[in-house]
C-alpha cells in the first residue's frame, strides 16, 4: 500500500512539474505555455497619449508584453532599458510595423497617461514609436488578465508590488507562445523572426 501510494504520489509529481523540470511556479508556466500557447484575454487599455486601444485591435502584430509600475524602484528600470534596447533592435531589423511592445501597469489607479509618459522618457526620447506604455481602463479586466497568465502580483505594503518580471511573447492570432527572460534580447528577437517569417511562409514557429 505505501509503495503504491508512493508511486501515485510520484506520478502527480511528475505530472505537475512537467516531468520534474519545473520546481518553482514561474519555471512551469513558462513550460506550459511552450507546450501549451494561451489564448490572450481582450483587454481595454489606455496609452501613454490617453489613446484607447484593446489587445483585439493588435492581431496580425507580434506583441512583446511585460508588465511594471512606474514607481517601482528596481527591476521596472532593467525592463525599460532592455525594451529600449529590443526597440533598437526591431529597428535594426525593419521589424518595427509588424512588432508592437507594450508595457502593461500593474498599478493603474496611479499610473496615469502622464505617468506613464514619464515612465517612458526615462528610456526613450521617441514616444511614438512601437513600443506602448498602457494600463487596463478597467482594473478588474486587467486582473483577470494577470491571472490567466499566470502573472503574480502582490502588494508589497509600501505602495509597490512583488511580481514575477519576464517577457511575453504573443502571436500574431493572440496565442501567448512563449515567456523568456527579460534579458535575453538574442533569444526574444530570434523568436520573433521566427513567427514574422512563419506568417509569411506559413511555416510553424514552434521552438
Not at 512551469?28 to 501613454?48: G, M
Not at 525594451?83 to 533598437?88: F, H, I, V, Y
Not at 505594503?157 to 514575477?164: A, C, D, E, L, R
Request: charged share 20%; glycine share 6%.
Amino acid at each position: 500500500m505505501t509503495v503504491v501510494a508512493v508511486s501515485l504520489g510520484l506520478l502527480a509529481w511528475w505530472q505537475t512539474t512537467q516531468g520534474f523540470r519545473a520546481f518553482t511556479w514561474e519555471s512551469y508556466r513558462r513550460l506550459k505555455i511552450a507546450s501549451h500557447p494561451l489564448a490572450v484575454p481582450n483587454v481595454l487599455l489606455q496609452d501613454q497619449f490617453g489613446h484607447l486601444l484593446d489587445l483585439n485591435s493588435l492581431r496580425g502584430k507580434v506583441l512583446v508584453i511585460n508588465f511594471i509600475y512606474t514607481r517601482c524602484p528596481t527591476i521596472c528600470g532593467y525592463t525599460g532599458l532592455n525594451l529600449s534596447r529590443l526597440q533598437r533592435m526591431l529597428l535594426q531589423r525593419s521589424f518595427q510595423d509588424r512588432v508592437r511592445l507594450l508595457s502593461i501597469s500593474l498599478d493603474p489607479h496611479f499610473d496615469t497617461p502622464q505617468k506613464l509618459k514619464a515612465y517612458m522618457l526615462r528610456f526613450s526620447n521617441q514616444l511614438k514609436t512601437s513600443w506602448q506604455a498602457v494600463r487596463p481602463v478597467k482594473p478588474l479586466q486587467g486582473q483577470e488578465m494577470q491571472h490567466q497568465l499566470g502573472v503574480v502580483s502582490i502588494p508589497d505594503g509600501i505602495g509597490g508590488f512583488t511580481h514575477n518580471a519576464a517577457t511575453h511573447l504573443v502571436d500574431q492570432k493572440g496565442y501567448l507562445v512563449r515567456i523568456i527572460d527579460e534579458d535575453n534580447l538574442k533569444l526574444t528577437i530570434d523568436i520573433i523572426a521566427r513567427m514574422l517569417l512563419a506568417a509569411k511562409t506559413g511555416i510553424n514557429h514552434d521552438g
